[in-house]
Structure formats: C-alpha cells, structure tokens
C-alpha cells in the first residue's frame, strides 16, 4: 500500500514542476526542509523512487530502512551545498553511495 502511494506523491512533484525543467538539488533540499507535509511527503517520495530506479547499481543493505536512506539524503543536502544545483537524481545517488560504498 505504501508503495503505490510513494509512487503517486512523486509523480505529483514531478508533473507540477514546468515544460522542460527537472527537480534539482535546491528544490530537493527545499522539500526536505520544508513544514509542509505535503512536501516533506514529496520529498520522502522522491528519495525512494530514486533509490528504485537505481536499485541494482547502488549496495545498500538489506536491512537499512526507508526512513534511514531518507536521513541520509536529507544529511547529504545539508553537508553538500555545492552539489544542488545538481539534478535532484543525481544528489540521491551521490548521498547513497557515500554512505553505502560498493565493496568491490
């Protein structure tokens, strides 16, 4: 149930954004720092369909949780103001990767 929900909540954010434009990092980050529910919703939404997507390319452990790969995006925003203007994608990946490196 939660999954079609996710789902739904980033296809929202993503259709209200204009003709030609992406969601990139500053626009994330504001989500993320939001007091609206709605947008920290967007924002918990966007983390995990990104994270979906790029599922067999990241190392993320079996156990981590959806709210924990949530903080750790959150942080990476936080700790990584050069890289907003970066599309929103791209910041996820970055901030999963630095937590969880593939051990190769």
Known sequence: MKK??????LILAVSTQSLGSFVDGNKLYGYANSDDPVELSIFFGYVVGTIDAHWGALCIPKDASSAQVKDIAKKYLDDHPEE????????????I???????K
């Open 97 to 103: 990767r630095e937590a969880f490196p593939c051990n």
């Open 4 to 9: 079609p929900v996710l789902a739904l909540l």
């Open 84 to 95: 907003r203007h970066l599309a929103a994608e791209r910041v996820v990946v970055n901030a």
